[in-house]
């Protein structure tokens, strides 16, 4: 049963870049699509964007000048940063599983991360 | 992009009640449509995804039907552990984006 766990500070400061592990247990991270999503503080959930096992992306234009999303097969782990963190970022953040483009078959539990000086 | 708007915010249901949660999209989505479970402190899970297909051993008395503009999420008879929070997701189109949620709680 494939497993996802988020890691990284919980703390970032203002202006500067948020960086984020997922680790996949359970499974190969090969031959799948990986996606951050997040959901700030009493909002809905926001699709961050994704990336194909061999390196190939797709981020949510809203975000996409600020963010870069990388894949290391060798340690089964996706990383997320992005840049120029406000409070607006402020959010929990969770990597899951693409089924094919469309939607996430499975979730990791999420990592809060707070903005703030 | 595609707004989804989740009504009602939040059902008081009794155990045993039928739910109906419904997701309106600001454009067409045909059927590409998910929807997830999400409890505290726990990963969402998939429910349903293409609009009224079951995910994989999500009881049968969760379904969804509908298509286009006016999807709906039903729980025939709900149990204790099916209180949590409903989301929808649609993937028609890029951004995939996501509803607010409907919040589904004891009566």
């Known amino acids: 049963q494939v497993q996802l766990q988020e890691s990284g500070p919980g703390l970032v400061k203002p202006s500067e870049t948020l960086s984020l592990t997922c680790s996949v247990s359970?499974?190969?991270?090969?031959?799948?699509?990986w996606s951050w999503i997040r959901q700030p503080p009493g909002k809905g959930q926001e699709w961050i964007g994704y990336?194909?096992?061999?390196?190939?992306?797709n981020y949510n234009p809203s975000l996409k000048s600020r963010v870069i999303i990388s894949i290391d097969t060798s340690k089964n782990q996706i990383s997320l940063k992005l840049s120029s963190v406000t409070a607006a970022d402020t959010a929990v953040y969770y990597c899951?599983?693409?089924?094919?483009?469309?939607?996430?078959?499975?979730w990791g539990k999420g990592t809060t991360v707070t903005v703030s000086s | 992009e595609i707004v989804l708007t989740q009504s009602p915010a939040t059902l008081a249901v009794s155990p045993g009640e039928r739910a109906t949660l419904s997701c309106r999209a600001s454009?067409?989505?045909?059927?590409?449509l998910a929807w997830y479970q999400q409890k505290p402190g726990q990963a969402p899970r998939l429910l349903i995804y293409?609009?009224?297909t079951r995910a994989t051993d999500i009881p049968a008395r969760f379904s969804g039907s509908g298509s286009g503009t006016e999807l709906t999420l039903t729980i025939s008879s709900l149990q204790s552990e099916d209180f949590g929070v409903y989301y929808c997701?649609?993937?028609?189109?890029?951004?995939?984006?996501f509803g607010q949620g409907t919040k589904v709680e004891m009566k």
């Open positions: 899951a599983r693409d089924w094919g483009e469309d939607y996430m078959d499975v």
């Open positions: 359970g499974g190969s991270i090969s031959g799948h699509y």
């Open positions: 990336i194909y096992y061999n390196g190939n992306t």
């Open positions: 454009q067409s989505v045909s059927s590409n």
């Open positions: 293409a609009a009224s």
């Open positions: 997701q649609q993937y028609n189109a890029w951004p995939r984006t």
